[in-house]
């Protein structure tokens, strides 16, 4: 028996690591019984369990079956994922304390998800992701599956009056949500990103009904073709400017369509509206740019990944436009997403054109201009003016009141702080990139802003 074998039969199949934390599932198995208050209590003393009596316990915790990341550990060697999963677990049951049969799902799909994900990738091996070379097919359907099933059992548990028909589809696009985040190249640990981005998404999917649906049916299909002929041409556009790159504008223009399904013409517009103020504010002062190194690779083009992160979570929240009844509380969350990608995008382009100093945003201290988290005067101005200019748009357009215009300058203002906080701490480390930060940044606006209006 070779040496390899015998490591082979003596390692096991799964780590103290997920013991530890499919363990903690057993508390979603009580929320039936429980407050949120208990439920929130629960989570807190897992907190405190974890992170003062674990370390003193005789247990491998350096498994890699439950984090995709090399994340960082305490002063007492405990990974910091041990610590961050009660802390999302209580996020969860507090964001979503009279939905908590959301909150049981995205906790099912972190706990079982994942851990399945790390014994297949690492048992059966096989294709590697074409986005993460780490991960294997086999750990991303694994992942899915397990996700799946935990989420959809535990959330009939929770609430055994919601439709099985709604809920197994549901809980597997959310599971295999969790398996792309999980799988994401990025220096965050997935004990935090994928129950925050599942639960997000989830409780969304339950707005959904067929009847909102059906009463927009009679207006989708002349919106479709004209979604496809605007969009293709204002794809072939972008690629003549040079505004956009192939991928840029392949996946623009299916994300455009999407838009412009939301509300015809008028979503759309703000669309139009972003892009029109990004490319300007790039093209300004660009030679003044490239001379300090600070320009836009590609004379400024935008590939998918600029794409995904300033428009995906709004092409997001067109579709629930018109598949809820919450058509007003997801027309605010576009306008703050779109809002937040201009202002944000707006702020990059003219602070690194006019301003000769900037400031770390989380300790003022001066950096070079360019510098990720960096803030300047100039650059918050104009950000805060193209902002405010496609919150006004989205206003005139009838797409929302004047309160509801107010609430997205807002959660747009606080997505465009949460974005330079997240550069300023996680991208100048290289923990992410740049394209991840715009995507929490515009996501962060639209849920504020979804939140707040449903209230």
């Not at 935090?192 to 059906?214: E, I, K, N, Q, Y």
């Not at 996946?251 to 103020?277: D, I």
């Not at 004379?299 to 598949?323: D, K, M, Q, Y």
Request: aromatic share 10%; glycine share 12%; net charge positive.
């Amino acid at each position: 028996m070779s040496t390899a074998f015998s490591a082979d039969i003596r390692r096991p199949w799964v780590s103290s690591r997920w013991i530890v934390q499919v363990s903690m599932l057993g508390l979603a198995f009580l929320l039936p019984f429980l407050t949120w208050q208990q439920a929130a209590g629960g989570a807190v003393l897992a907190l405190l369990f974890n992170r003062f009596a674990l370390p003193h316990l005789d247990l491998d915790l350096r498994g890699a079956l439950i984090s995709s990341t090399a994340a960082p550990a305490t002063e007492d060697g405990l990974p910091s994922g041990i610590v961050l999963y009660p802390v999302s677990v209580l996020l969860l049951i507090l964001i979503y304390r009279h939905h908590l049969e959301v909150a049981a799902g995205a906790w099912a799909i972190t706990a079982l998800g994942d851990g399945a994900a790390g014994v297949a990738g690492e048992r059966l091996g096989g294709r590697s992701l074409p986005w993460n070379p780490q991960k294997t097919w086999a750990g991303f359907l694994a992942f899915g599956l397990a996700g799946a099933t935990g989420a959809g059992v535990l959330a009939l548990w929770v609430n055994p009056t919601l439709p099985t028909g709604k809920v197994w589809p549901i809980s597997v696009l959310g599971a295999l949500l969790g398996a792309a985040v999980e799988s994401a190249p990025i220096g965050l640990d997935d004990n935090l990103t994928v129950p925050l981005v599942c639960g997000g998404f989830m409780f969304c999917a339950w707005l959904t009904t067929r009847s909102a649906l059906d009463s927009n049916l009679p207006y989708l299909g002349r919106r479709l073709v004209l979604a496809a002929a605007v969009n293709l041409m204002f794809a072939w556009i972008a690629l003549k400017l040079r505004t956009a790159s192939r991928s840029g504008a392949i996946l623009g223009f299916f994300l455009g369509g999407l838009v412009y399904l939301g509300y015809g013409w008028k979503s759309f517009l703000l669309l139009f509206a972003f892009f029109l103020l990004g490319s300007l504010a790039t093209r300004l002062g660009y030679a003044r740019k490239a001379a300090r190194g600070l320009a836009e690779r590609r004379g400024g083009a935008r590939s998918w990944r600029e794409a995904l992160a300033n428009v995906g979570p709004a092409a997001f929240f067109a579709v629930l436009v018109i598949t809820t009844h919450q058509e007003h509380a997801f027309l605010t969350a576009l306008i703050a997403a779109f809002a937040e990608a201009a202002g944000d995008t707006v702020s990059s382009e003219i602070g690194q054109w006019l301003s000769s100093r900037t400031y770390l945003i989380t300790t003022f201290r001066a950096v070079p201009v360019g510098e990720n988290g960096g803030v300047s005067l100039a650059g918050t101005a104009a950000g805060l003016g193209a902002s405010a200019l496609i919150v006004i748009l989205g206003w005139t357009l009838g797409l929302t009141t004047v309160s509801g215009g107010a609430l997205a300058l807002a959660a747009a203002i606080a997505g465009n702080l949460f974005d330079s906080l997240l550069g300023a701490t996680l991208e100048r480390p290289g923990l992410v990139t740049n394209g991840t930060v715009n995507f929490a940044g515009t996501a962060l606006a639209g849920a504020l802003a979804l939140a707040f209006t449903l209230r």
